[in-house]
């Protein structure tokens, strides 16, 4: 994701480009993409395992993404699995969120495909009424709604001492914002998700068509420099592509505040306060002897922010631009989730180095 440098020998350390009167700059004598300082010495896999462990460490209180909050209306559900629990979510007559196992508990029909009525979510096979109330066996789960994403909490899956609420970034105001979330599905498991986003070092060279000029100017503990990523993040000045020599710079930096949470925050530059969350959802039950690969959802909510006044245009077109948002992250995930599925290929068979 983001930084400043007008080619990539910037010394590295130094800071990302201000926000100016224009957000695009162009860049001078742009180095081509097999010409760029390779990055592999940087990327110690020590470095980034670290930050794995540390990240994995964290509570979740076992709570887990299940969706976009705009996913779920008033008279349709959101279903799906987590860790191979049946989960639907919908909104009763108050507007409020309701979630439970996602089985009928009658006769076993899937409630994800079953319609809303007045707030009670009615089985599509015999009728029976769910008001989000306990009956017939089946019991609610906690459910949250952090006005962009929708979380459930499973203790029985996480296993962890549960919390009232999930580990929620901090995130740029509602009214100022424009957000879109993106989800796609990989063979892999959440840890492989995390791991990926927790090595910012592959961005110009994996994603050349979107980042240029990328420097890590710190790293956890400070390895880096004094780039502001704290005890425990990743700093990042690098540039987005917009069209030929056009970028725009900026600091991005990455952290992990849950186990399968990476937030990416534009700490300088344009869009200041702006951030790219990337949440990891097993969808399957861990199961090795089984032969199956593990399949995990990947959520990435983008909240972009500006102190422009332009940026209300941007906020009025939300409609326009969601999907074209939606699109540029799902052209990025189809690259990083081909290697995360290649990581677990390499972990599962013991070939995965270091």
């Not at 779920?72 to 979630?99: F, M, N």
């Not at 951030?275 to 097993?282: D, G, K, L, R």
């Not at 290697?339 to 070939?351: F, I, V």
Request: with cysteine; hydrophobic share 40%.
């Amino acid at each position: 994701m983001p930084a400043a440098a007008d080619d990539n020998r910037r010394r590295p350390g130094a800071p990302a480009s201000r926000s100016g009167r224009f957000p695009l700059r162009l860049r001078r004598d742009p180095v081509p993409w097999d010409r760029q300082r390779p990055t592999w010495r940087e990327a110690k896999p020590a470095l980034i395992a670290d930050a794995l462990k540390r990240a994995q460490a964290r509570p979740s209180g076992n709570w887990y993404v299940l969706g976009a909050t705009r996913a779920i209306t008033a008279g349709r559900p959101l279903g799906g699995t987590v860790a191979g629990a049946e989960v639907v979510a919908w909104r009763d007559a108050d507007g409020r969120l309701r979630a439970g196992p996602g089985a009928c508990p009658h006769l076993g029909a899937s409630l994800k495909d079953s319609p809303v009525r007045c707030g009670t979510l009615v089985c599509h096979w015999h009728g029976l009424a769910l008001t989000g109330a306990p009956f017939a066996g089946w019991e609610p789960y906690p459910v949250y709604d952090d006005g962009l994403l929708v979380w459930v909490r499973l203790d029985a899956v996480g296993g962890e001492e549960p919390l009232e609420r999930p580990v929620l970034p901090v995130r740029p105001e509602p009214e100022g914002a424009l957000p879109a979330v993106y989800t796609g599905v990989g063979r892999c498991e959440p840890e492989d998700i995390v791991a990926n986003r927790l090595d910012p070092w592959h961005g110009a060279w994996f994603h050349p068509y979107s980042f240029v000029d990328l420097t890590v100017v710190d790293t956890p503990h400070g390895d880096g420099g004094d780039g502001g990523a704290g005890e425990d993040g990743f700093a990042v000045d690098v540039s987005f592509k917009v069209a030929g020599r056009a970028v725009v710079p900026v600091r991005a930096v990455f952290t992990a505040p849950e186990p399968r949470t990476v937030v990416m925050h534009i700490a300088e530059g344009e869009g200041r306060g702006s951030v790219v969350e990337t949440h990891a959802t097993p969808l399957t039950a861990p199961d090795a002897a089984s032969g199956r690969p593990p399949r995990t959802a990947v959520t990435e909510a983008v909240v972009a922010a500006s102190d422009r006044k332009g940026f209300a245009l941007a906020r009025a077109a939300a409609p326009l631009l969601r999907p074209l948002m939606r699109a540029a992250a799902g052209r990025l995930w189809r690259d990083d989730l081909a290697y995360a599925e290649r990581r677990w290929e390499l972990r599962s068979t013991g070939r995965f180095p270091g």
